[in-house]
């Protein structure tokens, strides 16, 4: 990566979480002044960039944001915060809405209110859509959620076209496909590469919903790093899918995973989850054309890569 003419003062929210903390730790190598703001809820302390200024708060706590955005003045706010769970959406969706969508509502008045220039933000491109009536998905294609999760993103992205045309900041929305690799959470709901991960690597079965044909897109982190990084200076009020255009089903994901562990035993299959659609995978054509992004690890770079973290932490 080429260090950029300009530098920014980012804000980074859920920049103590898996994905975020990787594009922190890019943006931070790049030069850029970087702000995280998270409430460890399900981040950690110990992924956040030590030469990031760090903030515990709540994107819920306006009086508290807009004391920090007074503060420290970011022109660019990277905006990952959520929460990120279909299943806990389902279970009880009060929480994931408030979160995702009044927090999301929080951080854009504050964006106006110090006149940042720029508001990044991932939409979830597995969920946004339902059950898409062809694969790979594109952008124009309509909107059907079947879970509060990803109702919820889909406001987030009303909400951030809403408060551009008032405040004038530019966005770039990403539909991101299923993101895996090191700093995953392998407690979580989501995110079998790492769920999977955690059994094996304690030799205990993993559990497939479904009879294993479901299919998601795999998408590598480092990629979607990449991609944050381009958004810095590329696309001007764009919502672009984020994925390889691949479909891999579960049962592949566990095959992968079970040669690289040395697992032997089976998995154990349990019928299907509510809220989760069978098939998934995105075109990135769009992302090609506005920010020159394509995804450069295979599956099996970006599995082993994953399952040597996991091996070492
Ligand atoms: N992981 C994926 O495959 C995927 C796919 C599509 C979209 N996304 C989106 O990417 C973002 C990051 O997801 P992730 O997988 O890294 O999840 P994550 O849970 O690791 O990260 C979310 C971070 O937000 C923080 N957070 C949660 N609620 C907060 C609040 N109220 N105030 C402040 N901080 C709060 C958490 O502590 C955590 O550090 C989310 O917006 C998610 O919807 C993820």
Known sequence: MSRPKTKERILVTGGAG????????????????????????????????????FYKADINDLPALERIFKKERPTVVNHHAAIAEVAKSLRNPIPTMTVNVLGTANLLLCTGAVNAKRFIFPSSGGTVYGEPAHLPTTEHMSLNPISPYGLSKLFGEQEIEFYSRMHGFTYLIFRYANVYGPRQNPKGEAGIMAIFSGLMKSNQRPTIFGDGSKTRDYLFVQDVVDANVR???????????????????????????????????????????KGEILRSALAHKKANEVLGWFPKFSLEKGIRTTVEWYQSH
Do not use: C, M
């Open 231 to 273: 958004a810095l200076t590329r696309g001007r009020n764009a919502i672009v899918n984020l994925g390889t255009g691949h479909q891999i089903s579960d049962r592949a994901v566990f095959n992968t995973l079970a040669q690289e562990w040395g697992f032997t035993q089976k998995p154990i299959y349990t019928p299907f989850r």
């Open 18 to 53: 898996f994905i975020a903390s990787h594009i922190v730790d890019a943006y931070v190598a790049l030069g850029h002044k970087v702000i995280v703001l998270d409430n460890l809820s399900t981040g950690s302390r110990k992924n956040i960039n030590p030469r990031a200024n």
